[in-house]
């Protein structure tokens, strides 16, 4: 088992030239897309990557099957895109076996893309389920899933995807109808799909404690990044920041298996709520002074003029003024609003140091440390010793 993850690694890295990197010169239009193309490979490679390093340690572990697949997959899917676009939209073809690489194309991204995230979602990080029930959720979960992969395969209309093709295996007259039917029946059970696998992954997430709850964090950090630059690039109006955020969502989504790795590996565990907590503070820290110079922008320019750099500069001071007192503020708000005990500690902590400079009695200053103690550390026991004047 272990040479056969080794095995689907160097499948995984051995299609990234015929894959991503052959997509990459067939689009390519400027400059700008060179981090795209690395963004597909990397998010290619590291599935796989995370995959073998996990199954070398944890050979039966189901994540890192999945992660492996998940690059072999996505390697093998591009390669047969990149292929089929080469033969039927460029000058270069006809090609030997083009169209039946842009079936192959159109219905694996379906268990690849989807159907695997669904299973890691249902798995992670034990690779086994949380109940029977949720066992018997994967089953119907995968029967769709298998369902409307075969139903894009023998599709009698147009592959999906960007090329223009017919699909070479569709299925006769008789019985085409009912294979369209059923695509779109699936297509429709898409999205509660996916909403079953993320409450199979909260309901862990709400009964997990210590180890596991420190796993979960870190798949639902990685998770959560890849949600927000995905969906902002579909939000966020503007071409720019709409592929800033892909790019992001990109990467986030090659980090995912890694931030798996550490968390089935339990490497460094714990570092995740300062990596948590950090992105809340700068996160939204960037989008308040973001926001801040925007208006300062807006109503400078209306006072003083629309063309008048005295506007740019005098809101680019203002919020860098604004810098260190927004960050107080956002940091105490974060603390207080999600890490309530160290907030708490740090208050008590605080008021205490007052106390302390003012405090001349011996058995109250005592009594107050003990309870200080009591309140932040919350130990099983107490005691104070003071060492006597002799």
Wanted: glycine share 8%; aromatic share 10%.
């Amino acid at each position: 088992m272990s040479r056969l993850a080794w095995v689907l690694l160097a499948l995984a890295v051995l299609l990234v030239i015929p894959g991503p990197v052959l997509q990459f010169v067939l689009d390519y239009q400027d400059p700008a897309d060179i981090p795209f193309a690395i963004g597909f490979v990397a998010a290619l490679v590291c599935p796989a990557g995370a995959g073998a390093v996990i199954a070398a340690r944890r050979p039966r572990h189901a994540v890192a099957w999945i992660f492996l697949a998940m690059g072999a997959g996505l390697g093998i899917t591009l390669a047969c895109g990149a292929y089929a676009e080469l033969g039927i939209a460029t000058d270069r073809g006809p090609l030997p076996g083009d169209e039946l690489a842009a079936w192959l194309a159109a219905w694996l991204f379906i268990p690849v893309a989807f159907g695997l995230p669904l299973f890691l979602l249902l798995l992670f990080p034990t690779g086994r389920f949380l109940s029977p029930r949720w066992r018997r959720a994967g089953w119907l979960l995968g029967a769709t899933v298998m369902v409307a992969a075969a139903a894009t395969a023998f599709n009698p209309g147009r592959l999906e995807g960007q090329l223009e093709v017919r699909n070479p295996l569709g299925a006769p007259d008789a019985i085409g109808g009912a294979v369209e039917t059923l695509e779109v029946v699936t297509t429709f059970l898409a999205l509660p799909c996916f909403a079953l696998a993320v409450t199979g992954l909260v309901v862990r997430f709400r009964r997990a404690r210590g180890v596991e709850r420190q796993q979960l964090k870190w798949f639902t950090f990685a998770a959560a990044l890849v949600a927000v630059g995905f969906a902002g690039s579909i939000v966020v109006p503007g071409e720019w920041p709409a592929d800033a955020l892909f790019l992001i969502g990109l990467f986030a989504l090659a980090g995912l298996p890694i931030a798996a790795g550490i968390a089935i590996l339990r490497h460094r565990l714990y570092d995740i709520d300062v990596v948590i907590r950090r992105t809340l503070i700068y996160g939204a820290l960037t989008a308040t002074l973001a926001a801040g110079y925007l208006a300062c922008v807006l109503v400078s320019q209306l006072v003083i003029g629309a063309e008048s750099n005295v506007a740019i500069a005098a809101s680019t001071l203002t919020m860098a003024a604004l810098f260190r007192p927004a960050l107080g503020r956002i940091q105490a708000a974060v603390d207080r609003r999600f890490y309530r005990r160290r907030y708490d500690a740090a208050r008590t902590l605080e008021a205490f140091g007052v106390r302390l400079r003012h405090e001349l009695d011996l058995d109250a200053l005592g009594a107050d440390l003990r309870g200080v103690a009591r309140e932040t550390l919350q130990p099983a026991h107490v005691s104070l010793w003071l060492r006597s004047p002799r």
